[in-house]
């Protein structure tokens, strides 16, 4: 038996242990629970990282636009053109890219604490300054897509009229003075009309409260590609103006035999490509709208309603412009120009506002949107300023509509859930009991980033008319369609392989047409008829018009009468065919 001192020995030992045991289990999970300081950084963390791969992700979609864009483009313009609107889109991804690097980014978010304004950025040139942090890297990104988004709708209004020279270097100068400076205007925290900047208290009413709402870039985007678009296209002239040889490049628009201006519709290349190229662009129009919100987490809400306004719009200004185009085209046939640049104008419209709208007021401003587009387009054609794609009629009508849409369909609660504005000072859309204020501000907006816009382009594009007005081999812009591919990709006629289309020849043979008898003139296919006179092959009749009866397919339809016009235009087109009016958007 043990003594009363071994038993005492015994049973302070097991003591011991009960207590190491039990203070070893008491503080296993104090050593293994995270503090609160530790779960607010993981917290913090991962929703950077979905943020970052969420902004990511709209980039790809809004960089996959000039996809869209290059598609679009190749597919509306004549088929001489293809390669170099091709190869001017992609001027914007590389030339662009590295002008946003160096100075772009810097003019537009480029804050320097102790000397920034509200006109221009003045910081992070070519990344000097600026916090390696993953949100400034994908902001960067995100932001370069849009000013290649802006620069590119310039390419297609200014098609076979500009070389690739004189449209490098409008990237450049849209990269570094364009697009930066309106979107330091309308997005950056100390812009002069930026709904972000929060210390407005130097700025005269209505500015001291407020800021233009334009969520995506109906402003900054859209009007800075359609005025100097619309600038581009009236100084470069139209298509065919200049042109010496008007039998193989006839002019866009020239007088018939009794003195009055009529208009040469030009068939388009590939109206598959063109249709694809709207698809893709629809699709990128998401990372466009929807990846505005500059993050997810705490945003969803925001993302999904503009969603949802945006598809309805698109789809509202798509319906709207076919019938539309039905009624002031004066036919019964659908054009499918109308109905592609539709979906863009319904799109573009809702740009600005997609974020504050209820979605039926997204049906309304895409209706409207579809509407500004068909009346602009009307009044270029009187003004016979030639716009090959349409640009200036959809991202200019649609666009400053968009831009001014928000003063009238913009909801209270909705301006407060997105820019979070004093609710004593807060304004909203007048047809929500607004005061007028944010109209005011909107109209404004409109005034001046037509005005900046315009100035740069008459800067640019008038510097170009006059170097090469006396020039015998113009440097930046093409007057005789002539030289058009030997001055830019070399001479198809000494087996260049890299000369013409980027597009194969159509197969006439299920047509009924004798193929060995076709023959390409600029961008024209021609047959001889029984008379051995040439004729195009896009104004053959292939179906019932609404105006004439229905044609064989060998039989030439060139006007109401039959006849050849009195010009020396040889495309001709009274009414919508399959071959012509379908697939031109003008």
């Known amino acids: 038996m043990l003594s009363k001192q071994d038993a005492l020995i015994a049973g302070l030992g097991a003591l011991l242990v009960v207590c190491a045991a039990s203070q070893s289990v008491t503080e296993a999970p104090t050593s293994t629970t995270p503090s609160t300081a530790s779960v607010a950084a993981q917290i913090a963390s991962l929703t950077s990282a979905i943020d970052t791969a969420y902004i990511l992700f709209c980039a790809v979609l809004v960089l996959f636009m000039q996809a869209g864009f290059a598609m679009l483009e190749a597919g509306i313009v004549t088929r001489d053109s293809s390669k170099n609107i091709l190869f001017n889109n ?58 290649a988004t802006a620069t590119t709708i310039v390419s297609g209004a200014t098609a076979e009229r500009i070389r690739v020279a004189g449209y490098m270097v409008w990237v450049a100068v849209a990269h570094a003075f364009v697009y930066p400076i309106i979107s330091h205007w309308m997005w950056s925290n100390n812009g002069w009309l930026s709904p972000y900047n929060l210390d407005r208290s130097s700025y005269p009413a209505p500015f001291a409260s407020l800021g ?22 009236w100084i470069l002239g139209y298509r065919g103006q200049y042109t010496k040889d008007q039998e193989k490049y006839p002019p866009r628009f020239y007088r018939d035999a009794n003195k009055k201006w009529q208009v040469n519709d030009y068939p388009a290349n590939n109206d598959i490509t063109a249709t694809l190229g709207v ?72 740009t600005g506002p997609c974020a504050v709208v209820e979605p039926y007021a997204a049906i309304i401003i895409g209706i409207i949107g579809g509407g500004a587009y068909k ?104 007057k005789d369609e002539g030289t058009f ?15 013409g289309s980027g597009f194969v020849q159509p197969d006439f043979a299920h047509m009924g047409l004798k193929t060995p008898n076709a023959k390409h003139r600029g961008s024209v296919l021609y047959r001889q008829n029984q ?56």
């Open 279 to 350: 698809m893709i662009l629809w699709i990128g129009w998401y990372g466009f709208n929807c990846g505005s919100t500059g993050a997810i987490v705490g945003y969803e809400e925001i993302a999904a309603r503009v969603a949802v306004t945006t598809s309805l719009s698109a789809a509202s200004g798509g319906v709207f412009a076919i019938f539309l185009g039905l009624l002031m085209d004066r036919t019964t046939s659908f054009n499918l120009g109308d109905g592609l640049n539709g979906i863009l104008a319904g799109l573009v419209s809702i």
């Open 212 to 233: 233009a709402i334009d969520f995506a870039g109906d402003a900054s985007v859209h009007l800075a590609g359609a005025v100097p678009s619309l600038i581009g296209a």
């Open 90 to 147: 992609l001027m914007d991804s590389f030339v662009g890219m590295l002008v946003y690097y160096l100075v772009g980014f810097a003019f537009s978010y480029g804050i320097d604490p102790n000397s920034s304004n509200g006109f221009i950025g003045n910081n992070y040139f070519a990344f000097k300054n600026m916090p390696g942090s993953a949100a400034n890297w994908i902001k960067w990104l995100y932001a370069y897509s849009f000013a």
């Open 375 to 478: 009346v602009v387009c009307l009044t270029m054609s009187k003004l016979r300023i030639d716009d090959p794609v349409d640009a200036v009629a959809v991202h200019g009508g649609a666009g400053g509509w968009g831009l001014i849409a928000s003063g009238f369909f913009a909801t209270k609660a909705y301006v407060a859930q997105v820019y979070k504005r004093p609710a004593d000072v807060d304004d909203w859309g007048v047809f929500y009991g607004g005061s007028g204020r944010q109209l005011g501000v909107q109209l404004l907006a409109f005034v001046v980033v037509v005005a900046w816009c315009a100035s740069m382009g008459l800067l640019v594009f008038g510097t170009f008319w006059l170097i090469d007005r006396k020039r015998t081999r113009p440097l930046f812009i093409f």
């Open 531 to 586: 008379a051995g006179t040439d004729v195009s092959l896009h104004s053959i009749e292939m179906r019932e018009s609404p105006t004439h009866t229905t044609h064989e397919p060998n039989t030439v339809h060139s006007g109401s009468s039959g006849s050849k016009p009195a010009s020396p235009v040889v495309i001709a087109k009274t009414s919508a065919s399959s071959s012509d009016s379908d697939s031109d958007s003008d």
């Open 485 to 499: 591919e030997r001055l830019t990709f070399g001479s198809g006629d000494n087996g260049d392989k890299n000369a």
